[in-house]
Nanobody, 114 residues
């Protein structure tokens, strides 16, 4: 099983980006999917998570600006990021529970700078 992220890049403050993460391989079903991020010198932190039924949770720092969604038929999770701030700069990682294991993507860099 592989998780492949895409959509990162450089954006100005106030701008938007949409991250995608597609799971491939021998998959029967995917459980909770999530996005984490890790900024330089900081620990990896949870950004948002979504259950199979669509229930979501967000870090306080991104509530109202980021939206997580998933397309179960495509084994894909998305993160729509609006009103980006310089402090959102980090490597963003996709995470998924695919029983009985958990998987991480390779990470995609998001840089918010003028």
């Amino acid at each position: 099983v592989q998780l492949v992220e895409s959509g990162g890049g450089l954006v100005q403050p106030g701008g938007s980006l949409r991250l995608s993460c597609a799971a491939s391989g021998s998959i029967f079903s995917i459980g909770v999917m999530a996005w984490y991020r890790q900024a330089p010198g900081k620990e990896r932190e949870l950004v948002a998570r979504i259950t199979t039924s669509g229930n979501t949770n967000y870090a306080d720092s991104v509530k109202g600006r980021f939206t997580i969604s998933r397309a179960n038929a495509k084994n894909t999770v998305y993160l729509q990021m609006n009103s980006l701030k310089p402090e959102d700069t980090a490597v963003y990682y996709c995470h998924a529970y695919i029983s009985p294991f958990e998987y991480w993507g390779q990470g995609t860099q998001v840089t918010v700078s003028s």
